[in-house]
């Protein structure tokens, strides 16, 4: 009986002890994993070259992100460019802030990773990148703080997270010539915009929501216009964000967004109104109308005047 026990209780311990191994290895293995590439892994004082920070999901399923990218003294961040970018929606579009980048995102629907052509396999994906200048020699680092990634569980649960620096040797002097940014000559992809309302934004007035992709330079800013033209013509564009207050509450009119990328190239969407005028409520048919019974009075004054 008794070393019915002890074998029983030898067997328990191992069961507790390969559980517990079990959770350590599991856990560490579906953490996902905040990393940085750079185009030049040692750069020339002077020189500017791309580094990208990038998100390993480990397949699994995020739907938020957040987190701030911090130089050493020697690099100066000049620009972001999110062309590429894993994240549909910023909620805090990536930014210069006391010299660190501060990002905030969403994936609606979530995200497990990029999937390559004839590969079933999850490979990571690109978050941002950034233009950076070397400016003095030895060690440089670009690391990640305050970095969060939320599952798409309808929770909003935090997932375990690492994060991996990018150390860099800078050069003394200059090897090679400053990179030159990327040329951009594609506009942004088309884009669709909706026009919503709910009791949560703006008081339950109508308002407009869009986003643009552009796989280059990234989308720099909107412009919105309010029209009842079909034509958006080149006046009365307006800098705009996403949720955008419409003016027109009646929703009689077209609505323009234009997607600017920083290259200055454009791509334009159109919303058609949902309660169109009819041709008598509109005031230019009065005008038109009223201008046509003046010319005809004119005419008549003058053919009253030649009789006479």
Same mark, same amino acid.
């Given at each position: 009986?008794?070393?019915?026990?002890?074998?029983?209780?030898?067997?328990?311990?191992?069961?507790?002890?390969?559980?517990? &191994?079990?959770?350590?290895?599991?856990?560490?293995?579906? #953490?996902?994993?905040?990393?940085?590439?750079?185009?030049?892994?040692?750069?020339?004082?002077?020189?500017?070259?791309?580094?990208?920070?990038?998100?390993?999901?480990?397949?699994?399923?995020?739907?938020?992100?957040?987190?701030?990218?911090? &130089?050493?003294?020697?690099?100066?961040?000049?620009?972001?460019?999110?062309?590429?970018?894993?994240?549909?929606?910023?909620?805090?579009?990536?930014?210069?802030?006391?010299?660190?980048?501060?990002?905030?995102?969403?994936?609606?629907?979530?995200?497990?990773?990029?999937?390559?052509?004839?590969?079933?396999?999850?490979?990571?994906?690109?978050?941002?990148?950034?233009?950076?200048? @070397?400016?003095?020699?030895?060690?440089?680092?670009?690391?990640?703080?305050?970095?969060?990634?939320?599952?798409?569980?309808?929770?909003?649960?935090?997932?375990?997270?690492?994060?991996?620096?990018?150390?860099?040797?800078?050069?003394?002097?200059?090897?090679?010539?400053?990179?030159?940014?990327?040329?951009?000559?594609?506009?942004?992809?088309? &884009?669709?915009?909706?026009?919503?309302?709910?009791?949560?934004?703006?008081?339950?007035?109508? !308002?407009?929501?869009?986003?643009?992709?552009?796989?280059?330079?990234?989308?720099?800013?909107?412009?919105?216009?309010?029209?009842?033209?079909?034509?958006?013509? &080149?006046?009365?564009?307006?800098? @705009?964000?996403?949720?955008?207050?419409?003016?027109?509450?009646?929703?009689?009119?077209?609505? !323009?967004?234009? @997607?600017?990328?920083? #290259?200055?190239?454009?791509?334009? @969407?159109?919303?058609?109104?949902?309660?169109?005028?009819?041709?008598?409520?509109?005031?230019?048919?009065?005008?038109?109308?009223?201008?046509?019974?003046?010319?005809?009075?004119?005419?008549?004054?003058?053919?009253?005047?030649?009789?006479?």
């Amino acid at each position: 009986m008794r070393l019915f026990l002890i074998n029983n209780m030898k067997k328990i311990g191992f069961l507790i002890l390969l559980s517990i &191994f079990y959770f350590l290895f599991s856990n560490s293995a579906m #953490a996902a994993s905040f990393y940085f590439e750079s185009d030049q892994p040692a750069p020339a004082v002077g020189q500017v070259f791309k580094v990208s920070l990038m998100l390993d999901t480990q397949e699994q399923e995020i739907n938020a992100l957040e987190g701030q990218v911090v &130089f050493s003294d020697n690099l100066e961040p000049l620009e972001i460019l999110e062309g590429e970018t894993m994240v549909v929606f910023w909620l805090d579009k990536p930014h210069l802030e006391n010299s660190q980048v501060v990002f905030s995102g969403i994936v609606p629907g979530g995200y497990r990773g990029f999937l390559m052509p004839y590969s079933q396999d999850y490979h990571p994906a690109k978050v941002l990148e950034i233009m950076v200048e @070397a400016k003095e020699p030895g060690q440089g680092q670009i690391s990640l703080a305050a970095g969060r990634v939320l599952l798409n569980d309808g929770l909003g649960t935090s997932t375990e997270l690492t994060t991996q620096p990018l150390r860099l040797e800078i050069l003394p002097i200059l090897l090679s010539p400053k990179k030159v940014y990327p040329k951009d000559i594609i506009p942004p992809e088309p &884009f669709k915009a909706l026009v919503s309302n709910d009791p949560a934004i703006f008081e339950n007035q109508y !308002f407009l929501a869009f986003a643009a992709q552009d796989k280059d330079t990234g989308v720099d800013y909107y412009q919105v216009k309010e029209s009842r033209f079909k034509n958006p013509w &080149f006046r009365g564009w307006k800098i @705009a964000e996403s949720p955008y207050l419409l003016h027109d509450q009646k929703l009689t009119s077209y609505i !323009f967004v234009k @997607a600017v990328d920083k #290259a200055g190239n454009e791509r334009v @969407a159109v919303i058609t109104p949902q309660n169109p005028y009819k041709w008598y409520q509109d005031v230019w048919f009065y005008v038109i109308i009223m201008s046509v019974i003046f010319i005809i009075f004119l005419i008549k004054q003058k053919k009253r005047r030649a009789t006479q």
